[in-house]
Structure formats: C-alpha cells, structure tokens
C-alpha cells in the first residue's frame, strides 16, 4: 500500500473530503475517520477497540494501537508498506462506518 493508493481508497468512499489536519491530512465523512501522514509511511484510523485488537492480531506489523488516549479508543496506527490494498480497503470501510453513522427513523406519533 502506497499513500497516493490509501488516498484513492479514502477518498472513494462516499461522502469523503480530505483537508489539513495539523502535520497530516485528515479524510472526513460526518467526522475524521482516518489521517494520513505527511511522510506518507503511515495512516491512523478509525476502529473500534476490538476491531483493533482483531487487526493488530491479524497482521501486527501493519497495524498497532497508539499509544495514547486515542489509541484506548480504538485509533490505530498503520504501517501502509505493510499492509496490501484488499485488506485496507475492508479496514478503511469500518473506519468510515464508524465516522458515518446513520441515526435510525424516528417512529411517528400518531
């Protein structure tokens, strides 16, 4: 996985911008679900925290918690060389759910 291929992967998304977002660039759907870095090696991402521990399990050179309080909420850390796109693209579509909820009908009174 290159940065210009997680880029085109992010943006495909529906919905998704990207923008600066401190040093790196963020891709936003209804909020930020995954930041690119300037240098291009790594992206953090979305998850829930057992996603994370499912992914960082799967394929732990690719994928690692931060070590931080956003990495106790599930934000990883992913090592894009080494990672492919097929896996990226199913990581990156969970990131995006969690960023896009959509809120259920509310029931109509009567």
Avoid at 60 to 70: D, E, S, T, V, Y
């Amino acid at each position: 996985m290159t940065s210009d291929e997680f880029r085109t992967l992010a943006l495909s998304l529906s919905g998704t911008t990207a923008a600066p977002h401190f040093d790196r660039t963020a891709f936003k759907a209804k909020r930020i679900f995954a930041t690119l870095a300037a240098d291009g090696r790594s992206a953090n991402l979305l998850l829930t925290p057992e996603e994370q521990t499912f992914y960082s399990g799967l394929n732990p050179a690719g994928f690692r918690r931060l070590a931080n309080k956003w990495g106790e909420q599930g934000w990883t850390c992913a090592t894009l060389a080494d990672i492919d796109a097929g896996l990226m693209r199913d990581v990156l579509a969970k990131a995006w759910q969690l960023a896009s909820p959509s809120k259920p009908p509310r029931a109509r009174r009567p």
